[in-house]
């Protein structure tokens, strides 16, 4: 079974900085393509930031690039979201996903990831 644990949600003040960290089980030998998604109170799930297997493609959302840097180390089975210059704006439940097999190039559609990590609270205060 495939399983995405996330990491490293937490409080930070506006202009800080946070990293994320999504280890993910049950996936030796398959190639697939990762993004992190966030959700505020009231919102839909917007898309953040995808990359490829190799990660050598990278997919970011307007409202954080150059801010927002995802990365993956497949020999440790994780992926990361580093956030610098974080905002009040970017306070959300931060979501960690995979495609399936097969699928290594990133996608901005929630619809385009079949497994999930259970969210992790990212709150930037003023």
């Known amino acids: 079974q495939v399983q995405l644990v996330e990491s490293g949600g937490g409080l930070v003040q506006a202009g800080g900085s946070l990293r994320l960290s999504c280890a993910v089980s049950?996936?030796?030998?398959?190639?697939?393509?990762m993004g992190w998604f966030r959700q505020a109170p009231g919102k839909e799930r917007e898309f953040v930031a995808a990359?490829?297997?190799?990660?050598?493609?990278?997919l970011n959302a307007e409202s954080v690039k150059g801010r927002f840097t995802i990365s993956r180390d497949n020999a440790k089975e994780t992926a990361y979201l580093q956030m610098d210059s974080l905002k009040p704006e970017d306070t959300a439940v931060y979501y960690c996903?995979?495609?399936?097999?097969?699928?290594?190039?990133?996608?901005?559609?929630?619809?385009?990831?079949?497994?999930w990590g259970q969210g992790t609270q990212v709150t930037v205060s003023f």
């Open positions: 049950g996936r030796t030998f398959s190639s697939y393509a």
């Open positions: 996903a995979a495609r399936r097999s097969g699928f290594t190039m990133p996608s901005m559609a929630a619809g385009g990831y079949d497994y």
């Open positions: 990359i490829s297997w190799s990660g050598g493609f990278t």
